[in-house]
Nanobody, 123 residues
Framework: QVQLVESGGGLVQPGGSLRLSCAAS????????IGWFRQAPGKEREGVSC????????DYIASVEGRFTISRDNAKNTVYLQMNSLKPEDTGVYYCATRMQFCVDTPQWYKYWGQGTQVTVSS
């Protein structure tokens, strides 16, 4: 059974850091792209970052460039999203999702999704 489980969310002050994890089970990540998406209250889900099966990474939101870093550890079957210099506008539920090989920023092209982890940036 394919499963993705996110963890690492929480409440953090502006300027703080969090590292989100997306642990996969039921399949191996080697041939898959993993995308991170977020959804703020009242807003549509948007692509944040993605890493392809060949370790090419993409940022889909200009404001996260230089602050967020996506990485993968195939030995642990896990993808990470390191988030630094967090801002209140980064608040939302963060989801990871997977699709074959290539990254795209459109949620509907991803087949499997995790349940999400809440990130709240507030003083």
């Amino acid at each position: 059974q394919v499963q993705l489980v996110e963890s690492g969310g929480g409440l953090v002050q502006p300027g703080g850091s969090l590292r989100l994890s997306c642990a996969a089970s039921g399949f191996t990540l080697d041939n898959y792209a993993i995308g991170w998406f977020r959804q703020a209250p009242g807003k549509e889900r948007e692509g944040v970052s993605c890493i392809s099966s060949r370790d090419s990474s993409f940022d889909y939101i200009a404001s996260v460039e230089g602050r967020f870093t996506i990485s993968r550890d195939n030995a642990k079957n896990t993808v990470y999203l390191q988030m630094n210099s967090l801002k209140p506008e980064d608040t939302g539920v963060y989801y990871c999702a997977t699709r074959m090989q290539f990254c795209v920023d459109t949620p509907q092209w991803y087949k499997y999704w995790g349940q999400g982890t809440q990130v709240t940036v507030s003083s």
